[in-house]
């Protein structure tokens, strides 16, 4: 795994759309109206996509500003996710059948902090 990790951080413009691309592709599914359910406000569904978007999000963005050397900015690219992930529950607000949720963003930061946490693994294991 770390060598394809290191293959990203080399080739930092592609993982950058990668970047874009889950970003956008977020924001797409944020938009998409629901008709209001009777149901459970949560299921399994709806856990998976918050963590592991978010989660791919976060590891992608770390690839991109971290490239394997600058340790500084891990802080700056949580920040940056979980920057976004509150504007995602905002822009939600606007969206009918949609709310913004609190759990959503604490499913969408548990992906990111993981996301951070293997990478952060992964270049210390690469350093020692």
């Known amino acids: 795994m770390a ?3 290191e293959i990203f951080e080399k080739h930092n413009k592609f993982s950058w759309f990668i970047v874009i691309v889950i970003a956008g592709i977020i924001f797409y599914i944020s ?3 629901f008709a209001p359910s009777a149901g459970a406000v949560w299921n ?3 856990i998976l996509y918050h963590f592991v978007a978010f ?3 976060g590891f992608f963005l770390m690839i991109s500003l971290i490239k394997g050397d600058k340790r500084k900015f891990i802080i700056i690219a949580i920040i940056i996710a979980i920057v976004y992930a509150v504007s995602d529950e905002f822009h939600q607000l606007f969206v009918p059948g949609r709310n913004c949720s609190f759990s959503d ?3 969408d930061s548990c992906g990111i902090l993981l996301a951070s946490f293997i990478y952060v693994l992964s270049l210390k294991f ?3």
């Open 3 to 5: 060598g394809l990790i």
């Open 31 to 33: 938009s998409l109206s």
């Open 44 to 46: 399994i569904n709806s």
């Open 55 to 57: 989660f791919f999000l």
């Open 105 to 107: 963003f604490l499913l």
């Open 126 to 128: 690469r350093k020692s």
